[in-house]
């Protein structure tokens, strides 16, 4: 891994530096300032997996270094360091991943050791990242099409657990682009453009197809789970959409009970009427329905009151580090309380650490899914992950009843 440190402190480079040599991380650049940074990143390879950020720099701040990094189209990890309070750092982050930057950490100063290597351990290296870069393609409608028509889209999976006996309850497809000349593309790099492009109920339909014929090869191993695949809100208005799912799942061998659908709002309803008449009928024939990433975008306490969903996701931002941060435990607390009480069930995303967990299950959250459990897989790796999970994964994590 190669990493890249900014800080104006020549006292808190060496640190860094230390720490990281501590880390087994010996590629290492120490740079002074948010300009140096620019100067460095624009000369190209070898390229930085990693950048370790001070956001209070004098001259450009390090709100002003992101957003020229966004432009850059960085797509390495981001380590954002500040001796500010933890409201700021969190704001920081959020204005990064909006600005479809990847923020592996916010870490406050003074640096623990521990704590720079979980922030390093989210980074993906460069061989398994997207492109970063310069070296980062773009691409067209044209390319999208070809990639779904053959194959090319596949799904990885992140299993979900039951938090009062950490047993493994289901899956979510996650979409990735197995590009044959780029490698691995993430979502972040091809799903404005799905969305631009009206591809939509393609991708869906291919991510859908794959989860279930993982599905089936599962419960033919004697591991029934359920699978949720993200559709996008527009996939929700087209009429015979609860008859494909279903057909779907009955040409795989899955019930239709066993799926999920996973609706984020990424814009105002423009029909609730068709909606209504869509989300019922899933909701008719078994099919599950869950608001994803609840409060982070339109979603809303109408779209609770009015769609049938049955099951609501916490997204990341409420649920890691919310243990030490009374804001966030408020917010999820309070979230947990009412979707409890209006009967939905609840899965927490983002769970990285024993803290989440621990705070999660004193909660009453049903489900849990993060790298504390484990990250994205392929189908293949499900069942020997799962084996090893029940054997002794899931012990560190329950308490004896």
Known sequence: MRVLVIDDDPFARSLLARQLSELAIQEVELVDSGEAALSRLARGMPAFDALIVDLNMPGMDGVQFLRHLARQRFRGGLVLVSGEDADILRSVAKLASARRLRVAGTLHKPIALES??????????????????????????????????????????????????????????????????????????????????????????????????????????????????????????????????????????????????????????????????????????????AIDDFGTGYSSLAQLRDVPFDELKLDRSFVHGASSNPQLQAILRATLDMARQLGLRTVAEGVEDREDWDNLRDMACDFAQGYLIARPMPAEAILNWSSDWRAKGHQRLVKPQ
């Open 116 to 289: 720079l290597g979980q922030a390093l351990g989210a980074v993906p290296t460069f061989a398994e990242s997207t492109v970063m870069g310069d070296m980062r393609r773009t691409y067209d409608e044209q390319d999208l099409r070809k990639a779904i028509a053959t194959g090319q889209l596949v799904n990885f999976y992140q299993p979900q657990v039951r938090m009062i006996d950490g047993a493994v309850a289901g899956v979510e497809a996650l979409v990735r682009w197995q590009h044959p000349d780029d490698g691995l593309v993430f979502p972040s790099d091809f799903i404005p453009l799905v969305e631009q492009s009206g591809l939509s109920d393609e991708l869906a339909g291919a991510v859908l197809a794959g989860a279930l014929r993982a599905a089936r090869q599962w419960r033919g191993a004697g591991l029934e789970l359920r699978v949720s695949v993200n559709v996008a809100m527009d996939n929700l208005f087209a009429l015979d959409l609860p008859e494909k799912v279903v057909n779907a799942a009955a040409e795989a061998g899955v019930p239709a009970e066993c799926v999920v659908l996973e609706i984020t709002e990424s814009q105002v309803t423009r029909d609730l009427d068709r909606l209504l008449d869509v989300a019922t009928r899933l909701r008719l024939k078994r099919v599950g329905l």
